[in-house]
């Protein structure tokens, strides 16, 4: 696609459910990296893909959370029993390959609501 | 702590007006040094960024950033805002060992009075 896809753009869920949101990078990037951002606070990562592995997963603040790429292409961020505090924009972006010195795209985010 | 620091959460300006946005990091090597900029309901929009080289960048839609070595600052300006500037800045790091990872500011919202 012509950018990065995340669905659903927004999510509301009840404590203690199971949600998966999605990203759709852009094509033939092999680094996607996921982030949080909390209302009036900067994105703050979660973790990376290389292709189809998890090369920095440092991020997560818990083990509710769980991201998988399969395919080295969609991936998806896992959380179970979902908290109050988890509600935020969950950001995803892309780049050509995760040097450092390239470009990240992001997409919209997804505004995950617990209730 | 290693950080990246917006002190302004909150700028107002005239539209017209220059505008120039903080930006510190505490990192002890000079990192890769991003400004993204984000609308309501839009995902974040590289304005400008900084790898090596001439230390005055430019950026999209007029803005430029001037990276400071010695006060580890990296801060936007814009010589003259329009209303359509109005959105929330970010300030963004990769320390160059984290394989693209992004440390961000807190993020400057800005308003453009007409």
């Known amino acids: 696609g012509a950018g990065v896809s995340q669905t659903p753009s927004n999510k509301v869920t009840e404590k203690g459910k199971y949600v998966e949101l999605r990203c759709d990078p852009i094509s033939g990037h092999t680094a996607l990296y996921w982030y949080r951002q909390s209302l009036g606070q900067g994105p703050e990562f979660l973790i990376y893909?290389?292709?189809?592995?998890?090369?920095?997963d440092s991020g997560l603040p818990n083990d509710r959370f769980f991201a998988v790429r399969p395919e080295g292409s969609v991936s998806t961020l896992k959380i179970q029993r979902t908290e109050r505090g988890d509600s935020a924009v969950y950001l995803c972006?892309?780049?050509?390959?995760?040097?450092?010195?390239?470009?990240?795209?992001f997409g919209q985010g997804t505004r995950l609501t617990v209730v | 702590a290693q950080s990246v620091t917006q002190p302004d959460i909150h700028i107002t300006v005239s539209e017209g007006a220059s505008l120039e946005l903080r930006c510190n990091y505490s990192y002890g090597a000079t990192p890769y040094l991003f400004w993204y900029v984000q609308s309501p309901g839009q995902g974040l929009q590289l304005l400008l960024k900084y790898f090596s080289g001439d230390t005055l960048v430019q950026g999209i839609k007029g803005f430029e950033a001037e990276f400071k070595r010695s006060q580890s600052s990296f801060n936007l300006r814009k010589p003259s805002v329009h209303w359509s500037d109005a959105a929330e800045y970010f300030c963004a790091v990769d320390r160059g060992s984290t394989l693209g990872r992004l440390y961000f500011g807190r993020g400057t919202q800005l308003t453009v009075w007409p």
């Open positions: 972006a892309s780049s050509v390959s995760g040097t450092g010195n390239t470009e990240a795209f």
């Open positions: 893909f290389q292709g189809t592995g998890a090369a920095d």
